[in-house]
């Protein structure tokens, strides 16, 4: 292990002190920090897991710290994944964007992830970063109501064409309202995984952008065809971003052809559980390794959330 900094030095002290207690040192550490914070910061913890349960619950009064146990889980049994994708970021930003999310996971650490946010760019499109021509054809899976179609298109003023997809009946509706008249842009009601399946949307009460698809239909949930990338759009692609609330690593899967033969520009949400953030790397590097990767986070400090892995 190189050190040639603070950020480097920080990392490897972290990761040492993951190797050398076992899990459950780590999860009775999680918890003694928790339990520091003052009332107002663990409620605020407790109300967003409760909003958006992708990591785990948390509620000391139930005895339930759900959300600590599947982190330390995931921090023990994949520190060497950690150490590995820290390696491979290129960037000292994207070295203290994960150190800072695995500081707030351990200790609660707020301040160095505030410092991480992401406030010259957008969300997918770091200009120092990707760089696009007149040639691209951008893949927006999660597409939402045309915020990041739009912001692409306003960031680079050029391109080929566009492809949105979004599984949302009324969210739909407002990306065709917002997108129309744009040329080239192509609209799809569908999801992306890893194969044509027939899933169903699982809503989001708090909200729509965080709607997931479920293989069961309970309540009598709308379906929504799903697809593999590397059938339903037979032309090269050269950039694709992915905000799909889980369901990344199957589209990954099914866009791992385009992948091979024309290494689009990715930008992948890697926050939306707790083994993303590290296997997402991995599974690209599996692709072709002659990718290179940075992350970017564009959430708050309260939690970790909004960071983005870009493979160029």
């Known amino acids: 292990m190189l050190i040639h900094n603070a950020i480097d030095k920080k990392f490897y002290d972290t990761i040492k002190q ?3 207690v076992e899990q459950i040192g780590i999860l009775r550490h999680m918890r003694a920090c928790f339990h520091r914070l003052d009332t107002q910061n663990q409620q605020g913890i407790i109300n967003y897991m409760i909003r958006f349960p992708y990591w785990g619950s948390i509620n000391p009064e139930k005895n339930d710290y759900t959300l600590l146990e599947n982190r330390a889980k995931t921090l023990w049994e994949h520190k060497e994944d950690f ?4 390696q491979h970021l290129i960037d000292y930003r994207s070295k203290k964007v994960l150190l800072a999310i695995l500081l707030n996971w351990m200790e609660f650490d707020f301040k160095m992830l505030a410092e991480t946010r992401e406030i010259n760019f957008g969300d997918y499109f ?5 760089h696009c021509y007149t040639n691209e054809v951008f893949v927006d899976l999660g597409a939402y109501i045309g915020d990041s179609a739009l912001q692409f ?3 680079y003023k050029k391109y080929k064409r566009v492809y949105c997809y979004e599984i949302t009946p009324n969210i739909y509706a407002k990306l065709e309202q917002n997108t129309k008249g744009l040329p080239n842009i192509e609209l799809r009601q569908k999801g992306a995984g890893e194969k044509q399946d027939k899933l169903y949307i699982h809503t989001n009460i708090n909200s729509a952008s965080a709607n997931t698809l479920s293989q069961k239909n309970e309540n009598g949930e709308i379906g929504v065809d799903v697809v593999a990338i590397d059938e339903d759009i037979t032309e090269p692609i050269t950039f694709i971003k992915m905000d799909i609330e889980g ?3 199957s589209a990954l899967k099914g ?3 385009q992948i091979r033969k024309n290494h689009p520009k990715l930008a992948i949400c890697t926050y939306h559980n707790n083994e993303d953030i590290w296997k997402i790397a991995r599974m690209v590097h599996e692709i072709d390794s002659s990718y290179q990767f940075y992350m970017r986070h564009n959430g708050g400090n309260l ?4 960071y983005v892995l870009f493979c160029v």
């Open 247 to 249: 369901a990344e690593q």
């Open 18 to 20: 993951i190797q050398k």
């Open 83 to 86: 150490l590995w994708l820290y």
């Open 126 to 130: 770091d200009l120092d970063v990707f």
């Open 153 to 155: 298109i306003d960031s």
């Open 255 to 257: 866009c791992a052809e």
């Open 303 to 306: 939690t970790p959330t909004e």
